[in-house]
């Protein structure tokens, strides 16, 4: 009796850890150092810093190659100058595609450490994971986009308006598209903010949670990343989908695949609504919680892997 009951337990407990997507996690470790190396290491990659720029692209294919990706590029030219997009791809049981992207610049000359060496940090170890998982059931394309931050934010020069233009003329199937747009401030204090209305009414006010932010026609997708999220018992997802004019809710690369009709969400610790480092020299590496940010990254690597 007291062996079929241990044989049981194993049994429940290896049933428990496949259903969570816990075959595999995200290494805070791996998050934090990759941080770091962009925004401390590096430091600044404002669309002017040429230098810094292909440092930053380097990087991003040496941790694909550690993977066991081969990295392509998208070289696009604006107001003269050259600029690029890289990206991999993950084949999957179905051509249909998904796309996991994260602006790789900065604003002007500023470390980025949340905005957004995280995102990229939270891309490559999700590109990681899904590597060793295998065999997702969309084909997953891992970008990383240039020109994000002003002057060129809105515009059709956007690194990923580029890259969804060039899906659009793939004439790929696109199941839909994620930005990962600073994923790595938290804190257990009531200093969450939100635009002007009843959200603060609806809305936790301790800055603890990720958000998961779409409009209205892309809501589906924002709910999958927060059923997943919260099947893994992590950390809280909040959820809203909504109309364009509400403040925040398009600021980021998700917003350029809106453009050609893609269905898009972004996933964010709500940046400037709760980050008062947003966009300044105090945006460093040592003010993030890697361990909350690998709570986000699992969260996406088991949305990713399965059907939606």
């Given at each position: 009796?007291?062996?079929?009951y ?25 998050l ?21 720029i292909e440092k ?47 602006h ?21 170890e ?48 696109i ?13 257990d ?58 403040p ?6 998700h ?47 088991l ?6």
């Amino acid at each position: 009796m007291k062996l079929l009951y241990l044989v049981t337990l194993t049994i429940v407990s290896i049933f428990k850890s496949v259903s969570a997507g816990d075959l595999t996690v995200a290494n805070p470790e791996r998050l934090k150092n990759s941080v770091i190396f962009l925004s401390d290491s590096i430091g600044s990659r404002s669309f002017s810093e040429n230098v810094n720029i292909e440092k930053t692209l380097k990087f991003i294919q040496l941790e694909f190659e550690k993977i066991g990706l081969t990295c392509s590029t998208q070289t696009f030219i604006v107001d003269g100058n050259e600029y690029k997009n890289i990206y991999a791809v993950i084949p999957g049981q179905v051509e249909e595609t998904f796309v996991v992207g994260a602006h790789y610049d900065t604003c002007d000359k500023l470390p980025g450490a949340d905005d957004n060496a995280s995102g990229v940090a939270g891309v490559i170890e999700a590109a990681r994971l899904v590597k060793d998982h295998g065999n997702p059931y969309f084909t997953l394309i891992f970008s990383f986009f240039s020109l994000e931050e002003p002057p060129f934010f809105g515009t059709k020069n956007m690194g990923s308006y580029r890259f969804a233009e060039l899906l659009n003329q793939q004439n790929r199937k696109i199941r839909g598209m994620v930005s990962v747009e600073m994923i790595g401030f938290f804190t257990d204090d009531k200093i969450q903010q939100y635009p002007p209305g009843i959200f603060e009414w609806l809305y936790p006010k301790e800055a603890n949670f990720i958000a998961s932010v779409s409009n209205i026609n892309s809501s589906n997708l924002a709910d999958e990343y927060q059923d997943k999220i919260d099947n893994l018992n992590e950390i809280h997802c909040v959820q809203f989908s909504g109309p364009s004019s509400v403040p925040g809710i398009d600021l980021s690369d998700h917003s350029a695949f809106w453009h050609f009709g893609y269905e898009a969400f972004m996933i964010t610790d709500t940046s400037f609504l709760r980050n008062r480092n947003y966009h300044t020299q105090y945006d460093l590496s040592s003010t993030l919680d890697y361990k909350r940010m690998s709570f986000v990254v699992n969260g996406l690597v088991l949305m990713v892997t399965n059907k939606f």
